[in-house]
């Protein structure tokens, strides 16, 4: 792997990190459905992974995980 390839999965105090997927256009009563979708990730506002997968019927739920105990996030969720 190169430093940039691996960049997205190093991070430090005060980093910005997005995620976010794009839905293709369709009906909106099937949004739950399988679908091929796009997933992203940003790092401090810059693209820095992308990838085209399946959704899975039922569609996705957001989570945040932890890697030790008294870590802690600040979630924006603005649209």
């Known amino acids: 792997q190169t430093e940039q390839q691996s960049e997205h999965k ?3 105090e005060g980093d910005r990190m997005g995620c976010g997927v794009i839905f293709p256009s369709i009906n909106d009563s ?3 459905e399988p679908i091929l979708i796009m997933v992203y990730f940003t790092k401090n506002g810059k ?3 992308k990838r085209r997968i399946r ?4 569609g996705f739920f957001p989570c945040v995980g932890f890697a ?3 870590d802690s996030v600040k979630l924006d969720v603005d649209c």
């Open 68 to 70: 030790e105990q008294g």
């Open 47 to 49: 693209l820095t992974y």
């Open 10 to 12: 190093t991070f430090k």
């Open 30 to 32: 099937h949004f739950r």
């Open 55 to 58: 959704q899975p019927r039922g």
